[in-house]
């Protein structure tokens, strides 16, 4: 075996030669830690920094006390079906990342909406590839205005969360190509993305960390990208294979499979000196995406941070049901009512989570609306929490000191922390053999409450002067995050109308993955059928109900796919009775994935409000109150059941991606409601539809007049009319015209969004072509035929 040299010099471009240590120049191809790379001052490298999206930025530790800019999740952007929104989406992340000191986002999220069953559903943006395309391009380009990395993830065919980290994906080479890459494609050639986040599955036998086809002869060869590749975090388990493959970075560090084995793997020739100095290139240019920056964010939506958010949520708020009901106008009794009606779910779980900044509910936001001639009447409903709900702030207004202890009990470190919810995945002092954590709490109400610790690991919990509870609590092994979005919980049961003493120790386990001390509270709460019966009152005696059902932080989550689609808790029950009790009924569903509606036909009304973010509650008050349109159309349809939907669960290991392009609005189980749809508060009428080409695009004109009685908003949605097979997104436009008025849009067909794949590779169908412009998939109004120019 040869010696290992001291150095080694390549050329790592025209202008630029890395010449630095070996083990110095592989060491930095792994992270410093978690979230930040390790810096090369030899060759200029410094470190940067890294966190999760994708809608919001984080930072790099998951237990930050400091609240972020929390955007609408993804899907919901991409229901507001239009580029240059998502590209100021994109800007606001940019500009959150930067003022946070991030250089690299984890965002964002290009995987399909495959299921309605996946955990990470609501990351996503459509079902549908070409939405998926150009939603997914606007906020690169945003992202990367801003002069921070962007990061289209997870290549690919990443769409469960079950056997997440080793299920091997089967996918024939056509749906591949046609479905699954094409967000990614479009990223790279129309969105210049710098980082692809290679996925923990395989695909077709072949880990994707370790997958030549995908990172080496697509990825680079075909598409032409000069970014870098990185892990999903530990997905990276071989030193060669992934070397050779193409990764560029592997995350987290310090540990990870390359260090001294990637060096003897070069030193041995199996991997070439010049792939780590490519590699290292590769890092380079993202290092200088600051320089290159065309903005350091988006101005006017800092200089008016509330109303830009409110207009991304508003704009991707579906109407799916109206029987003139909405706009509401100043109704003297309302009845608000639901599970969600006083706190809204405004983000999913998992590592997209973000603290947001407090901003008032729909109550406050509906009496501040209407003022003092309007009674409002909250009732919660029915409950549908599975542990207990987090304490509030405003329930340790002194917030919670944390002190860490030595095995003697010296005070090692005190702190102070605002939240409930404590994750020390930071530094903690050397020599810690426990935490303890005591807050005053407010159980203002009289009756029982109940307090719980979740966690993994042994606790104790004592109130005020009382015996301390010894308990151990198990870790969760589903998933690396199982122990954050699924811990397990104590729960004890505390006498309230008073302040109480909580302490609660943790014995420090340096071993253990996670560390966490989650707090919940839950105050003294009647039966389902008393909160029902009370609901049915209140929606009785007012002029009109509102009805908020939906899902939690609980129910949709990464690292655990769902197990139903139907509404967690008595919440259809609670539906049918509260629409019986008063017609004038409007349901909210505040969901950020498909739920069953199996009494769709009941409610006036009924618009989706996804998560919305933290001006949600401003968005759906506007949008009930006719202030704002819920201008959004469904990117993803709304089954009818469960019955057909692909599976996310793997069969010896392998996820059989069978059922090809037949998923979502495109199977062949009708939807309830189907891709592309949704009303509004006006009335359209398209009129015309004239198609030509330039320079190898299609563009559809479409004119359409309002016919109704107000200003508004719709959708043009162009697709390919197959025969044999149901329609086929080719693009889209969002069109704005007053009461009364005609507009004209122009519909851009990107040229490969016609494209179809067969055995010699990528082929545009010969002879004319039939389009339909429609109102969603399954409502054509208008069609034409083009003839494609010869190439």
């Known amino acids: 075996m040869p010696e290992t040299p001291a150095t080694v010099t390549a050329t790592a471009s025209p202008r630029t030669t890395i010449q630095a240590d070996l083990h110095d120049r592989v060491a930095s191809l792994t992270g410093q830690d978690g979230w930040r790379t390790r ?411 109940g307090l719980s610790v979740r966690g993994n690991g042994t606790y104790s919990v004592r109130v005020d002067d009382g015996i301390p509870q010894t308990f151990a609590l198990a870790v969760p092994d589903r998933d690396p995050l199982s122990p954050l979005v699924e811990p397990y919980e104590r729960r004890i049961d505390v006498a309230g109308d008073r302040e109480v003493r909580l302490t609660v120790v943790h014995e420090w386990d340096a071993e253990a993955d996670w560390h966490l001390i989650d707090l919940g509270h839950l105050p003294p709460t009647p039966e389902d059928d008393v909160l029902i019966a009370r609901a049915v009152a209140s929606a009785r005696d007012a002029d009109v109900a509102i009805l908020v059902v939906g899902t939690t932080a609980e129910h949709e989550t990464e690292g655990v796919d769902r197990e139903s689609l139907a509404l967690p808790g008595r919440q259809d029950e609670l539906v049918r009775a509260v629409c019986a009790a008063n017609p004038r009924t409007v349901v909210v569903v505040n969901a950020g994935s498909p739920v069953l509606l199996p009494w769709a036909e009941l409610p006036a009304a009924m618009l989706w409000a996804w998560f919305p973010g933290q001006e949600g509650a401003r968005a759906l008050a506007d949008c009930l109150l006719g202030r704002r349109e819920p201008g959004g159309r469904l990117p993803v349809a709304i089954p009818a059941g469960e019955s057909g939907l692909p599976s996310v669960t793997p069969v010896d290991g392998v996820l059989d991606y069978g059922e090809r392009d037949r998923f979502g609005s495109r199977a062949e189980v009708a939807p309830r409601y189907p891709l592309g749809y949704g009303l509004g508060y006006t009335h359209w009428e398209y009129e015309t539809a004239e198609a030509t080409t330039r320079d190898g695009e299609v563009i559809v004109t479409v004119g359409v007049r309002n016919t109704g009685t107000r200003p508004g908003r719709d959708i043009v949605q162009v697709y390919l009319d197959e025969v044999g097979a149901p329609p086929r997104l080719l693009g889209f436009a969002p069109v704005t015209a007053d009461a009364g008025a005609t507009a004209f849009v122009d519909v851009r067909i990107w040229p490969e969004a016609l494209r179809r794949w067969t055995a010699s590779g990528w082929r545009v169908p010969e002879g004319p072509l039939r389009m339909t412009v429609n109102r969603s998939l399954a409502i054509p109004v208008l069609s034409l035929d083009i003839a494609l120019p010869r190439t």
Request: glycine share 10%; hydrophobic share 45%.
């Open 39 to 449: 810096a090369l001052p030899a060759i200029g490298l410094r470190s940067l920094s890294l966190s999760d999206g994708p809608a919001g930025v984080r930072g790099g530790a998951f237990g930050i006390e400091s609240e972020g800019v929390l955007l609408p999740n993804p899907t919901s952007v991409a229901a507001g079906w239009d580029e240059r929104a998502a590209e100021r989406a994109g800007r606001l992340l940019g500009a959150e990342a930067r003022r946070a000191g991030v250089d690299w986002l984890l965002a964002p999220v290009l995987n399909l909406q495959r299921t309605p069953f996946g955990g990470r559903h609501f990351e996503c943006l459509s079902e549908d590839p070409q939405l998926t395309a150009r939603i997914g391009v606007g906020l690169v380009r945003g992202i990367q205005s801003a002069g921070v990395v962007a990061t289209a993830k997870h290549f690919v065919a990443n769409e469960s969360e079950t056997e997440r980290l080793s299920y091997d994906a089967l996918i024939d080479e056509k749906t591949l190509r046609e479905i699954y890459l094409v967000p990614f494609e479009a990223a790279v050639r129309r969105g210049d993305v710098d980082a692809v986040m290679a996925a923990y599955n395989s695909l077709n036998g072949v880990t994707a960390t370790e997958n030549d086809e995908l990172l080496h002869r697509i990825l680079r060869e075909e598409w032409g990208f000069r970014g870098a590749v990185v892990s999903d975090w530990g997905a990276a388990r071989a030193a060669a294979a992934t070397a050779l493959a193409g990764l560029d970075l592997s995350m987290p560090g310090p540990d990870g499979p390359w260090g001294p084995a990637l060096v003897d793997a070069v030193v041995r020739g199996e991997v070439p000196a010049e792939a780590i100095d490519e590699k290292l290139a590769a890092l380079s240019r993202l290092a200088g995406r600051r320089d290159r920056a065309t903005t350091s964010g988006d101005p006017d939506a800092a200089a008016d941070l509330d109303e830009t958010l409110g207009d991304l949520a508003a704009s991707g708020m579906v109407l799916l049901e109206n029987d003139g009901t909405l706009p509401l106008d100043a109704p003297a009794r309302i009845a608000l009512i639901g599970p969600l009606a006083e706190r809204l779910t405004l983000q999913g779980g998992g590592s997209a989570k973000v603290r947001p900044m407090p901003r008032p509910g729909l109550e406050e936001r509906l009496r501040h609306a209407l003022g003092d001639g309007t009674t409002i009447t909250v009732e919660p409903g029915v409950a549908i929490h599975r542990n207990l709900p987090p304490l509030a702030d405003e329930r340790i207004p002194a917030g919670i000191t944390l002190r860490f202890e030595d095995t003697a009990g010296t005070t090692l470190l005190t702190e102070h922390r605002r939240h409930a919810d404590l994750v020390l995945d930071e530094a903690v002092p050397a020599g810690t053999a426990r935490v303890v954590v005591s807050a005053t709490v407010r159980l203002t109400e009289a009756g029982m409450h």
